[in-house]
Structures are given as C-alpha cells and as structure tokens.
C-alpha cells in the first residue's frame, strides 16, 4: 500500500507553467530541478498540470523511487493559481 507524506515538513511545488502531459518520471524530474530549481529526490510533492487543465501529475519521492500520481477530469479542469507578475 502506498502512503503519501503527511506533516509539516512536506511541501506542495506547483508548476506555474502549462507542462507537456507526455512527460514521464525523468522528465518531470528534470523539470523539478531546471524549472522550480528544487530536488524532485527531497519527499515532497510536485503538481504539474496539462494546457487543457483537465489532467494533473504529481511527483513524489517515497524513498525507495520515484512515484507519479497522474488524475485525468472527465469534466471541468482544475484550477490553477496565476502567476503574479
């Protein structure tokens, strides 16, 4: 069974950018450090959403490997904070 993080040492990174959804583990890893300058090898997680915001993907570190959570919406989209500028 898969547990995901819980406490107050976890953090939630968002890509505020639209990611290419084709993009796998090493991909997305690889944007965690170019783009969110951050290790994607830390524990915590790192949400990417798709151009037509109806699918997310998640990457996550449990210590043992990479794990990459990926939800698709029937309907709707997710909502996605803007970038301020």
Same mark, same amino acid.
């Given at each position: 069974?898969?547990?995901?993080?819980?406490?107050?040492?976890?953090r939630?990174?968002?890509?505020?950018?639209?990611?290419?959804?084709?993009?796998?583990?090493? %991909?997305?890893?690889?944007?965690?450090?170019?783009? $969110?300058?951050? #290790?994607?090898?830390?524990g915590? &997680? @790192?949400?990417? *959403? %798709?151009?037509?915001?109806?699918?997310?993907?998640i $990457?996550f570190? #449990?210590?043992?490997?990479?794990? &990459? @959570?990926?939800? *698709?919406l029937?309907?709707?989209?997710?909502?996605?904070?803007?970038?301020?500028?």
């Open positions: 069974m898969m547990l995901l993080p819980s406490g107050a040492n976890v939630v990174h968002m890509a505020a950018s639209v990611t290419d959804m084709r993009k796998g583990l090493d %991909g997305l890893a690889m944007r965690v450090q170019s783009v $969110l300058r951050a #290790d994607p090898f830390s915590h &997680l @790192f949400a990417f *959403r %798709g151009r037509k915001a109806n699918l997310v993907k $990457l570190w #449990d210590g043992n490997g990479l794990c &990459l @959570f990926t939800k *698709r029937d309907q709707g989209s997710f909502i996605w904070p803007q970038v301020a500028g």
